[in-house]
């Protein structure tokens, strides 16, 4: 507890004091970022500070002789507060609380098992302007503390607005009648933030081992990744304690949920921009008294009948929205329906809706499973427009490595399984050991069935199938199954069904709840025949890097191979992937103009068939690719392969509150790339790299790089930005280079001048973001004969931390005709033997 009583009056305790931010320009900036689908809202500034016990505050004894440290903090005008600690490590017995300076508003007290690896603390908000820290330390303990405030995050917006328009009326809270089937789902969802400045909202899952891991998700462009992952803060049962009537002014107005159930930190472990998802598993699991559940999901390539969305709107309390027609699979801001695509396409919600806040947060199929996380869309109350969450099954397995995809984590024991239940839920569920069956001929096949029991389940499970071919027969080994429990069904006569596949339901119900899985089926009698390759065809020229490969299935085929190699014996087999579609999109890019050889093999359970003819293809050119028949020349090629900036490299110049640095946080080629900081006050970051000189008769010549961002833009342009300058002095003047000259990536917008960043005006590179690698190109011709040096420029403002900027495997070439062999004395193209 507090020990405000036992000590000085708090009026002569040290205060560090924020001035007041432009609120209204704050306000009209956000309105322009979030005018764009799929921008995370925020509600808070992060302003950097450096404040610990060594040097601020003040320190005194209680009256059992125990040492307190204590430090205001006065944000002027802000509607609350929260601090970001850099470095974080408290005693035994030590407790660190936060309260506001009227005593009105109080967080629960930290200690020692707040500590953790990463060695940060990113706290909840406190409300409003005025914050007390007061730490207390056993005597003796007091050189253990180790905390630094490494910034105050000012709080502008959202939480603990005063009596004005929250979210849209027409939103649903969650007490409401319309939530009742639906209170296991709505347990699991959290409004968070992140970076002390950011809002969304997120949600805990559940893993196939039903072991309690606590995974969180949420949606890729709320901000998360491996370097703040730590900052992550989850607020739990955040709803009104009253169903408000839906168009109501109370509705539009502010509620009475609390925020004294949170969490804090996490550890990032999987995400991906395409279907915008972030898995994190978090530093603890929610308080159990919190009743926090942890859901269930569907991982299956389908869409649903209709969804039902819960969700944080413009950080109000919790909602619910439904939608009662059929979903349908698409790319982000598509209506086009394509089963390959990366999104979860919402037509319009018949009860509620979605607003900025609501990023991140599950989209529910009828069975209470998670399918997808909001990535953006034009939903709002009054219209029926769409929205678009980044779908499960896609961010599943479609990533290339553990980092990049879900299955990892959440199957870690890669059981195959794609549909999970609620982790506590009362019930049963029926886990199969497979969901697809084949084998070569039609002798009997036995499946084994789990029936899974949830919580305190016992209620007979009556098994069944629907939808097997006349004439197959079905038998379960024990009818009904009282979970836990198992039972083996056996489908026999499967020569009525014939060669080919078929898809049958496997069926559960008992005590009021029902379950289904999918299970498909495929026979064959023969080994299968060969493909034929349709796309792309033999000789194709200018092909994507990326292409989608299409062939004629093979005659009882089921499981097809692809092969990519660059030399025609296929010795050199660069990509090779399995599946047992008709077609497949590359997931690894390919080199540019460079030819390549591929073919299709197929096989089933009674053997493997020929491989498809070899088809050959030669992949796109570029720009910044020397035209075919002719060859490049490298006069600088710089992958920043250390610690500290390469020889000849130079930062001159440079002002602010950041510079440039060598960072291994990401990299496009070797172990580093050059990074600058997003940070949220004005710096003038300026790298220039060594000179080079042009040659005049040169066929082509190019500057290429590839270009990392996550850096602040605007509605049309940029807040902070970078751009590129060229030098034809050594360094004595500067010019930009224009988008003239840049052939791949055109400046995204000018840096706007409102806000003190030195580039403003300027056209400049951002991206909000733009978290891949991306290939930049730029056209040399028209500095032929010069020595040149380049420079990239980064300018940030003075307001909004974003991550920043990673350039890396930068090459300057030009393209030549190629050289005549050297022709020796004895007229061989070699040397004459000793």
């Known amino acids: 507890m507090s020990l405000e009583g036992e000590l000085a009056d708090l009026s002569s305790v040290p205060a560090t004091t924020l001035a007041a931010l432009d609120r209204e320009a704050l306000l009209a900036e956000d309105a322009e970022r979030e ?76 200690t020692a098992a707040d500590n953790k690896p990463h060695g940060e603390l990113w706290t909840p908000i406190v409300k409003g302007e005025r914050l007390v820290l007061e730490l207390q330390v056993p005597d003796g303990a007091r050189d253990q503390v180790a905390l630094e405030i490494g910034s105050i995050n000012y709080g502008y917006r959202g939480f603990f607005e005063p009596a004005a328009i929250r979210s849209g009326a027409c939103n649903v809270d969650v007490v409401c009648p319309e939530g009742d089937d639906w209170q296991y789902e709505i347990s699991s969802v959290a409004v968070i933030s992140t970076g002390g400045g950011t809002f969304c909202t997120g949600f805990m899952v559940n893993n196939v081992e039903y072991d309690g891991t606590p995974y969180f998700m949420t949606a890729n462009h709320c901000g998360i990744d491996a370097g703040n992952a730590p900052s992550l803060v989850t607020y739990w049962n955040y709803e009104n304690s009253t169903c408000r009537t839906p168009g109501s002014s109370e509705s539009g107005g502010p509620g009475d949920g609390t925020l004294d159930q949170f969490n804090t930190g996490s550890t990032f472990r999987a995400g991906g921009a395409a279907s915008d998802f972030v898995l994190v598993e978090m530093d603890n699991p929610p308080d159990p ?16 009948d209709s969804a039902i969305a819960i969700h944080h709107p413009s950080t109000d309390e919790k909602r619910i929205s439904f939608e009662n027609d059929p979903t349908s699979i698409t790319d982000y801001l598509s209506d086009t329906p394509d089963p390959a695509q990366t999104h979860v396409r919402v037509e319009d919600w018949d009860v509620g809706t979605t607003e900025p806040g609501s990023s991140g947060s599950p989209l529910f199929s009828p069975e209470g499973r998670v399918i997808g996380q909001l990535h953006g869309g034009y939903a709002a109350c009054g219209n029926d427009d769409p929205d678009w969450y980044g779908r499960m099954a896609y961010s599943w397995d479609t990533g290339g490595s553990a980092s990049a995809r879900l299955k990892d984590w959440l199957d870690p ?3 195959g399984t794609l549909v999970v239940d609620g982790l506590g839920e009362d019930g049963f569920g029926l886990e199969p050991v497979t969901e697809s069956l084949s084998q070569c001929g039609f002798d009997d096949i036995d499946l084994a069935v789990d029936v899974a029991q949830f919580a305190d389940f016992s209620d007979p499970v009556t098994l069944s199938t629907g939808g097997t071919p006349i004439g197959v027969t079905t038998a379960f080994s024990t009818n009904p199954v009282t979970p836990p429990g198992s039972s083996t069904l056996t489908l026999g006569s499967l020569d009525e069904a014939g060669t080919g596949s078929f898809q049958f339901d496997l069926l559960g119900s008992g005590g009021g709840f029902d379950d289904s899985v999918a299970i498909t089926v495929s026979l064959n009698d023969a080994a299968p025949g060969q493909a034929a390759v349709t796309a792309p065809v033999d000789g194709a020229l200018g092909v994507s890097t990326t292409p989608t490969v299409s062939w004629d299935a093979a005659s009882q085929g089921f499981d097809y191979t692809l092969e990519i190699a660059t030399d025609e014996a296929f010795t050199n087999v660069v990509y090779t992937a399995g599946m047992q579609d008709t077609s497949h999109e590359v997931a690894d890019v390919l080199d540019t103009s460079t030819t390549y050889y591929l073919r299709v093999g ?162 400049g590179w951002c991206g909000d973001p733009r978290d891949f690698w991306e290939r930049y190109s730029i056209d040399l011709s028209g500095w032929a004969g010069e020595e040149v040096s380049f420079r990239w420029r980064f300018g940030t403002d003075s307001s909004v931390t974003r991550y920043g900027w990673h350039v890396d495997s930068v090459e300057v070439k030009y393209c030549r005709e190629p050289l005549p062999p050297e022709i020796f004395d004895d007229r061989f193209e070699a040397p004459p033997a000793p």
């Open 35 to 110: 005018a764009q689908p799929g921008v995370a809202p925020r509600f808070a500034i992060p302003q950097t500070v450096t404040v610990t016990p060594q040097t601020h505050g003040s320190w005194e004894r209680s009256a059992d002789g125990d040492w307190v440290w204590r430090q205001r903090i006065h944000a002027t005008k802000a509607r609350s507060i929260n601090l970001a600690f850099s470095r974080f490590r408290l005693p035994e017995g030590a407790e660190l609380h936060l309260f506001s300076e009227d005593g009105e508003y109080r967080i629960r007290p930290f």
């Open 413 to 415: 024991g890669d059981t």
């Open 602 to 763: 197929s096989s089933n359970d009674c053997g493997s068939g020929d491989w498809s003819e070899t088809v050959s293809f030669t992949t796109e050119a570029l720009p910044g690719d020397c035209p075919s028949g002719t060859e490049a020349v490298s006069l600088l090629d710089e992958n920043f392969n250390g610690s500290t900036l390469p020889p000849g490299w130079s930062t001159a110049g440079s002002s602010g509150a950041a510079n440039w640095v060598m960072s291994s946080a990401q990299s496009h080629s070797g172990s580093h790339s050059a990074f600058a900081q997003n940070v949220g006050a004005v710096s003038d970051q300026r790298m220039a790299s060594p000179s080079v000189t042009l040659p005049n008769d040169a066929v082509g010549m190019f500057l290429t790089f590839q270009n990392w961002q996550q850096v602040e833009s605007s509605s049309g342009g940029c807040y902070d930005g970078g751009l590129l300058e060229i030098s034809t002095d050594g360094g004595g003047s500067w010019t930009q280079v224009t988008d003239a000259a840049i052939q791949e990536r055109a400046y995204d917008g000018n840096i706007d001048t409102g806000f003190s960043n030195p580039l403003g005006g300027s056209p």
């Open 289 to 304: 008294a919190w009743e926090v559940g942890f859901a269930g999901w569907d991982a299956r390539d389908q869409a649903t």
